[in-house]
């Protein structure tokens, strides 16, 4: 059960070499998704109007975060909750172990959370020697693969009854029948004694309501609720990105998130929790913390563009209907967050070293942008960073064949001056003769000959202009 | 509430506060004397139907998420309880300590019908062993069929989380059009939590599995005077 | 009553690889009587450079195709949804407001139009009398579709053609996997995705797709023949041009 940290690789290493099971089973659970989402939208006339209103609503918070957050951090307080700020991952993953060490911790129960995923938080912990145990199903999965999530929602996507059975088999010492009841069945039980004997609980957040302190927690298993309700001391790791203003804004996010992300009109829990427990005899932690986690969000907030990425309300519906994470899965991303809010979330947030490719992964069209529940316009911040990459930014290095790099001075060049363009629209139709075969370029050079090796081009004809000049210019 | 030690501990960390802060207005060239600017509007709420068709749609949503809901006479309530028992072998059971629950006779009954009561107050490990939980709820959202319970002592979170079985006896005067209403009459509660549905999981390529950590079963009896 | 003019976009793509589909949009604009014309300056849009961050490398290259085309205030009518979106939404952000480039630009934009938009929404002409007895599949490209929200004018004229029997993809909105440099940039996922979309084309029993864009032809034409599959990839101006009625 330790807790290794995961392993990435970066987009373009890994989309050469993708499981040929992947595609199949992402492809088979996002279509699921697509058309849960699709009937549930259907339900609901306000929808393009709740849409936009949750798109202004983010964009207001993000623009006055700092008075959000102030307010948050003041009413946590008075709630008797203490806040933590974390600039770093470091810091962040300090504050949780000191935490924990000071509270004699050794068992952890952890509730989905993508924050602690981005600072590795398993991994610190458990070279402390404290146990860490993931409670989503999916979470609690991947886990024991010792991999990271291949999807927001649903982590373990990627992963068919039969190898979770075995990888149960293998890891648990349990006879594991490749039935999805069955092996729910054997986390439930194995869980639940975690649940009663952990010294602590770790959670993150769907959202922070900065009006009243009020953490807010989405969950369909029950198990973020076990994780807030069942240890006497809590800790939930959050962006500072998850703050909203109100609980009238609130009715706006709750009513987009889970018909965006799983097709239900709310999903089976949503809790609400406002600092430890008041009464005695009741349930709930005798100590509640929030870390309030920067690791690089105040810097991107410089990028009036780029900074819409902060809207996102983590639903996941731009990746299920994304064709390019469709064939190449989560891991892809190198990230806690993949399919195309990850690709404009992961090299701003300073992953330079394994997101260079991801400004480029996606073909533009656009069908993240149409699903959005928040509006963000995931293309256009796309090419947004692509042209910060072009302008020497450093959030990323280009990946694109050098040829193509070399092209785009040529192409500029030549676009621009037209008797050479037209010398070119002549001369390329004999050049690329050579290798015609049959009326298909099967083989073209360097760098076509990436595109020539999965399909043929046809033919260079360019007989337009000649066309023109001789038929309607006689 | 606060102690020596998280005082310290919260010293600590105080210097980071600033440049967290700081460096957000920064980025967003604002200062702290930047007033905030207004908040968008929000769409106006759902508008309640009649009291029928809300109390319909709340149990057509309550079966379309596989809860079992009906309408109930109070003096229905000893059957109820005993074919319940029986369906489901139920041993022990806890129960809210509430004025409604306690007039409508719930533990009695129940300890009548040979189950051991388990106090709300118990420690984890001995509710963990209860089959049932009883509860009320405070408020109901007839579009989405959800149940929404504040916690309080006599009220804890635990009994509609750990047993197998959830019990919600409601009232129609609980209905709320949208949770906005909710939101405004509940929102300073220590705890509050919106259930739609028994737990459930699709994380086994995407096969609904019911009962993953909270209750397997969920019922909702509306009792109607 | 002024005959409609129209200037031809070639558009880069259609003038390397589509020469009898552009003779095709002059033949058919003519029998609908419109009087072409054709700027010969015009090269490229600059999407290709735009898409890739090279956003000073474009400037130039859309001035370059604003002034081939400034000689004339008649509507501009492309071959291609991607380019006129290049053209229509991000020309007049490229240039400083208030400049004589950018009131060209926003000039410009005004006036070019996709050429089944051309035909549906400025000409109103719906049945531009083709005939064509085939079953026939369409697959709708991303810009086309989703920038310029061209969700029925394609299928409309195609309604419209004689004997032509549309069987509809089940995932006609899903791109194709050309992506402009994108299948050159990562080409095995470009690759998966053409072959998702072949196979749903197949699957479909159609024996002809149309489309609207001549990148998606490229590069949907390519994988069908790849696949050895007797599926004829179209450009939506061939099928209107076609004549092929067995009657």
Known sequence: ?474 | MVDEHALALMNRFSSMTNSVLDNIRRSLGRTVETPLGQRPGILEPRVSDSLDSEIEGFFDEIRRLSGVGQRLHPSAIDFALQTLVAEHSIRKATVWETPHLGRLGISEILGSLGVELVSPNAGKHEMALCDLGVTEADFLLPETGTLVLRSSAGKPRAVSLLPHIHLAIVRPELLRADMHQVFAEAKDSNYLVFISGPSRTADIELTVTLGVHGPKNLYVWMMEE | MNMPRAQLFLTCLGDQFYTSTLQNMTRVLERLGVEPSFPPDQTCCGQPLFNNGFEEKTRPVALNFMRAFAKSDAPIVAPSGSCVNMVKHYYPSLFEEGTPEYELAVDIASRIYEFTEYLVNVLQVTDVGAAYSHKVTYHASCHYLRELGLKTEAKTLMNAVKGLELIELDEEETCCGFGGAFIVTYPEVSCSMMENKVKDIISSGADTVVMCEPGCLMNVAGGLHKEGAKVRAMHIIDLLASNEDPA
Request: glycine share 8%; net charge positive.
């Open chain 1, 1 to 474: 059960m330790s807790a290794a940290a995961p392993k990435y690789v970066t987009f373009e290493e890994y989309c050469k070499r993708v499981p040929a099971s992947i595609p199949f089973a992402v492809q088979q659970a996002t279509n699921r998704f697509v058309a849960g989402r699709a009937a549930r939208v259907a339900e609901l006339s306000e929808w393009e109007r709740l849409r936009q209103t949750g798109s202004d609503i983010r964009q207001h918070t993000i623009e006055n975060m700092d008075v959000y957050l102030a307010r948050l951090e003041d009413k946590v307080r008075a709630a008797g909750g203490y806040v933590h700020w974390a600039e770093t991952a470091e810091d962040a993953n300090r504050i949780v172990l000191r935490i924990a060490t000071e509270h004699n911790v050794k068992i952890v129960v952890k509730s989905k959370s993508m924050a602690t995923e981005e600072i590795g938080l398993n991994h610190f912990l458990g070279t402390a020697a404290i146990e860490v145990i993931e409670t989503d199903l999916g979470e609690f999965i991947i886990q024991l693969a010792g991999t990271g999530p291949s999807h927001i929602i649903v982590p373990a996507v990627h992963l068919r009854k039969e190898e979770i059975a075995a990888l149960f088999s293998e890891k648990l010492g349990v006879h594991a029948p490749a039935d999805p009841t069955e092996l729910t069945r054997i986390a439930r039980e194995l869980l639940r004694t975690k649940f009663l004997n952990a010294d602590m609980g770790i959670s993150g957040a769907n959202f922070l309501v900065a009006e009243t302190g009020t953490l807010v927690m989405v969950t369909n298993e029950g198990n973020g609720r076990m994780c807030a309700t069942l240890p006497d001391l809590n800790v939930a790791v959050v962006g500072i990105d998850k703050v909203i203003p109100d609980w009238e804004s609130l009715t706006v996010f709750l009513k987009l998130l889970a018909r965006s992300a799983t097709g239900q009109k709310l999903s089976t829990y949503t809790q609400f929790i406002t600092g430890p427990r008041r009464a005695d005899g009741e349930f709930g932690p005798k100590e509640f913390h929030l870390v309030l986690l920067d690791n690089g969000r105040s810097n991107v907030l410089k990028d009036p563009i780029g900074r819409q990425v902060f809207k996102c309300i983590r639903c996941g519906a731009c990746a299920n209907v994304c064709p390019v994470y469709k064939n190449v899965g989560g891991f892809a991303y190198g990230s806690f967050i993949s399919g195309p809010i990850g690709a404009i979330f992961t090299p701003q947030m300073g992953g330079a070293h394994k997101a260079r490719g991801l400004p480029y992964a996606s073909t533009l069209c656009g069908a993240c942008a149409d699903v959005c529940p928040v509006k963000i316009p995931i293309p256009a911040i796309l090419r947004h960073l692509r042209r910060r990459v072009a302008q020497g930014d450093a959030i990323a290095s280009s990946t694109m064949p050098l040829a193509i790099r070399a092209a785009a001075s040529l192409g500029s060049f030549a676009l621009t001056r037209n008797r050479i363009y037209r010398m070119g629209t002549r001369f390329l139709p004999t050049l690329m003769s050579i290798f015609n075969r049959g009326g298909w370029i099967s083989a073209a050079p360097y760098p076509l000959n990436r595109w020539t090796k999965s399909r043929p081009l046809p033919p260079f004809t360019a007989g337009f202009r000649k066309w023109w000049m001789n038929t309607r210019l006689r």
